[in-house]
């Protein structure tokens, strides 16, 4: 099972790719928990990429390819990829790999939201840093306020959180990831869910749109 997340940030992408590896088992590729992470270990790619993620902008197409490059080298045939592909260069490289692979896509499913609500969900998001683990502070939050349920460490609210930086990244999400939509439309593998229902009702969603059931006693 071979799956891609499209939406804007604070869809709840990050969420439901964290169900679908806890539920199913399928491997979860964050290209910004990747970013992230290479940015706290200040390797060549982070500090050539934390600039732009400062700024909310996309980190250019060449080192994020090259990295979901190296990840497809060690991943299993199944995994859903949160975060990527973010324009259509991404989206054809991704077919690119995969075609040599001979592993086709089984769905792409698209998460929508409105404006107002992703903004408010942005500014109350807090992160675990370790594991990209996301709360919300009204809606979800952790048993104990800035600590992790799971790992008992602190939480912290991402600084491209920030309204400025939301507000861009919500603008290269319009003007370069949204073409992705009809990319992806025109497959007939595109999924549309509506990113406002509930956790749970959106976990069903995607389980039925991708032809899994669900699994008594999972974690969610
Ligand atoms: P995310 O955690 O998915 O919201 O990503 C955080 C930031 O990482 C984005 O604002 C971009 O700067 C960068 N990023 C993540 N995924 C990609 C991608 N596929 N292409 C380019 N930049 C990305």
Same mark, same amino acid.
């Given at each position: 099972?071979?799956?891609?997340? =499209?939406?804007?940030?604070g /869809?709840? !992408? ?5 169900i ?5 088992? &399928? ?6 928990? =990747? ?5 706290? %270990?200040?390797?060549? *790619? ?5 600039? $732009? ?9 060449? =080192? ?7 990840? *497809?080298r060690? &991943? ?12 259509v260069?991404?989206? %054809?490289?991704? @077919?690119?790999? &995969? /075609? ?21 969900? =942005?500014?109350?998001?807090? +992160? ?6 996301? $709360?919300?502070? &009204? ?7 800035g600590?992790?349920? @799971? @790992?008992?460490?602190e939480?912290?609210?991402?600084? @491209?959180?920030? #309204?400025?930086?939301? /507000? +861009?990244?919500?603008?290269? $999400?319009? #003007? ?12 007939? !593998? ?6 406002? #229902?509930?956790? %749970?009702?959106?976990? %069903?969603?995607?389980? #039925? ?12």
């Open positions: 099972m071979r799956v891609v997340f =499209l939406g804007p940030p /869809a709840g !992408k990050g969420t439901q790719a964290r679908l590896h806890e539920r199913f088992g &399928l491997e979860q590729i964050s290209t910004g928990d =990747l970013l992230r992470r290479n940015c706290v %270990e200040q390797t060549e *790619l982070g500090r050539q990429a934390e600039g $732009y993620m400062a700024r909310g902008e996309l980190v250019p197409d060449g =080192l994020v390819i090259a990295m979901i490059e190296r990840e *497809l060690r &991943l299993p045939t199944g995994f859903v990829m949160d975060g990527f592909p973010r324009n260069v991404q989206a %054809e490289a991704l @077919d690119a790999l &995969l /075609a040599r692979r001979g592993w086709p896509l089984d769905a792409a499913i698209l998460f929508t939201a409105d404006r107002p609500t992703l903004i408010a969900r =942005l500014a109350s998001r807090w +992160t675990n840093p370790r594991n990209g683990r996301t $709360y919300n502070v &009204l809606t979800n939050p952790p048993k104990v306020a600590i992790d349920d @799971d @790992d008992a460490g939480l912290v609210q991402r600084d @491209d959180d920030r #309204a400025e930086t939301v /507000a +861009t990244r919500l603008d290269v $999400y319009d #003007a370069q990831t949204r073409p992705l939509i009809e990319y992806y439309r025109k497959t007939g !593998k595109l999924v549309d869910v509506n990113a406002l #229902a509930s956790v %749970e009702a959106v976990a %069903e969603r995607i389980a #039925a749109a991708i032809g899994t059931t669900h699994v008594p006693g999972a974690r969610w």
